[in-house]
């Protein structure tokens, strides 16, 4: 059995600064690696033993904790991690980061898979996902281009606040909805931060709850659903998290 630790990460701001022809849009983003973490288990199969994903703890609609269901198929990131590996395993995927809320847990759980099979390519890693590179690089680094060029940055401590909410947010659609409002450049920090709230308005309610008690002005982390804020400012729902540098894993996890 191999237990790969799988941290969550956090955009701390984001700009759009283009598109391409095939559609893809580019950005200029900040990104830290937390101590949140999913854990993923591989036991290798047997010849002629294909890939297979549970989730734990899942509910019966495959929903986690009350989050969105993680897919178990062959969309699956580490399932496709595994098939660039070129290897079979029984995976159990042991979650703790929610889907949907922008803290990038299945790029994260397939860059874990990556970084085990020694398959650290980022071009290889941005055709499973825009996230996939910096979660296989980690610390903190500036990331361009469609998220494939990830530029190391010194390791800051910090620590934030999060606060999501028990939905999540669709990336395409709030890219899509970024692109219908014209392109739009937000006053703070994360451009999509706008059209986010236009796809999924209940975000303001959940931004307000935080602002409220902590005093603070929350920030959406990458597409959302998550808000955070800078400090330590535990409480009902919030989950206070510490940047880690590149290469952390807790004790009883390979990196």
């Known amino acids: ?79 496709r991690a595994l098939d660039v590996a070129e290897v079979n395993a029984r995976v159990t995927l042991r979650k703790r980061i929610a889907a949907g809320a922008g803290l990038g847990g299945g790029s994260a759980d397939a860059a874990a898979v990556l970084r085990w099979a020694g398959r650290t390519d980022l071009d ?32 800051r401590e910090e620590t934030l606040t999060l606060l999501t909410p028990p939905f999540g947010c669709s990336t395409p659609a709030v890219y899509a909805a ?13 451009d999509l931060e706008p059209a986010a709230l236009v796809v999924e ?6 931004r307000d709850e935080l602002a409220e008690a902590t005093g603070e002005v929350p920030l959406l982390a990458g597409s959302g659903s998550t808000w955070f804020v800078r400090g330590d400012y535990p409480g009902p729902g919030r989950v206070v998290v510490r940047t880690v540098p590149a290469g952390w894993h807790p004790a009883g996890t390979d990196g």
Do not use: Q
């Not at 095939?22 to 890939?51: F, N, S």
């Not at 409002?181 to 937000?186: D, F, H, N, S």
């Not at 308005?201 to 959940?206: I, K, N, Q």
């Open 1 to 79: 059995m191999v237990l790969l630790a799988a941290p969550a990460k956090v955009t701390l701001a984001l700009r759009i600064t283009g598109r391409r022809s095939d559609g893809y849009h580019l950005i200029d983003a900040e990104m830290v690696t937390v101590d949140l973490i999913d854990v993923v288990e591989l036991e290798l199969c047997g010849p002629g033993e294909r890939t297979s994903v549970t989730v734990s703890p899942a509910e019966p609609d495959g929903s986690v904790g009350g989050f969105d269901a993680v897919p178990v198929g062959a969309d699956n990131l580490v399932v």
């Open 124 to 155: 290889e890693a941005a055709g499973l996902g825009a996230d996939v590179p910096f979660c296989v690089v980690g610390g903190r680094a500036r990331v361009s281009g469609i998220g494939e060029v990830v530029d190391p940055l010194d390791y």
């Open 178 to 190: 970024w692109d219908e409002m014209g392109g739009p450049t937000a006053e703070g920090p994360n």
């Open 201 to 206: 308005p209940r975000l303001g309610v959940w």
